[in-house]
């Protein structure tokens, strides 16, 4: 096992509405590397589904923060800065328990949604690229239906009501993060997400991004 290393953690964020295929890719990823590194990827919605179904003494949490979570995910609402220690917590327990060598890169996805958190998570991570997938609704809702991504079993936050939230908060809350970046100098690459695109396929336009 690699030696551990410490904050702030080298990382790439991935970027995109919600169905837009960011799990998986997160997953070929890891299973990949990225630029000759390997890489862990950081499923911030799946480590906050792990916590809710469980105790809060397996997380490091506090009772109230496991209700947070739980709220969260029921409503879709978003963490806000005084939820910063929580989240830092279920990063770094992740850190610790799939550790890095110094030369690795920590995948992030779904962590930062919004400046604020970027913001707060700047002693945690260090982002040096963003990978922002772009998709329009119509190719995401059949994503979604299809489940390309093969990613969406079991997610019942996914009716037309609590898509169309997130989708909002998206575009009013998370996209600002690429200016955040773009200003701080951290190359932004693009993949445009078809209905039907695979994560080997974004994968595939990824590596040719970056060696064009």
């Not at 964020?13 to 000759?36: A, D």
């Not at 990613?151 to 600002?176: F, H, I, N, Q």
Request: proline share 7%.
């Amino acid at each position: 096992m690699a030696s551990p290393t410490s904050p702030p953690f080298p990382s790439v964020l991935l970027v995109g509405p919600t169905g837009s295929g960011k799990t998986p890719l997160g997953g070929e990823i890891e299973r990949l590397g990225f630029l000759g590194r390997r890489c862990l990827h950081f499923d911030f919605g799946a480590n906050l589904r792990a916590a809710a179904a469980g105790r809060a003494e397996d997380y490091g949490l506090t009772e109230p923060e496991l209700e947070t979570i739980r709220r969260s995910l029921t409503t879709g609402s978003l963490f806000g800065a005084d939820d910063m220690p929580m989240i830092v917590k279920i990063l770094t327990r992740f850190a610790a328990l799939y550790p890095q060598g110094p030369a690795s890169l920590l995948v992030l996805n779904g962590l930062p949604r919004h400046v604020g958190q970027a913001r707060g998570l700047a002693g945690t991570v260090s982002v040096e690229r963003v990978v922002l997938l772009e998709a329009e609704a119509p190719a995401i809702l059949e994503r979604l239906r299809i489940d390309t991504g093969g990613d969406r079993a079991g997610r019942p936050d996914d009716s037309l009501e609590a898509v169309g939230k997130r989708l909002s908060d998206y575009r009013e809350r998370t996209l600002p993060l690429l200016e955040y970046y773009r200003e701080r100098g951290v190359p932004i690459l693009k993949i445009r997400v078809t209905s039907a695109m695979t994560a080997a396929e974004m994968y595939g336009i990824l590596t040719r991004e970056v060696s064009s």
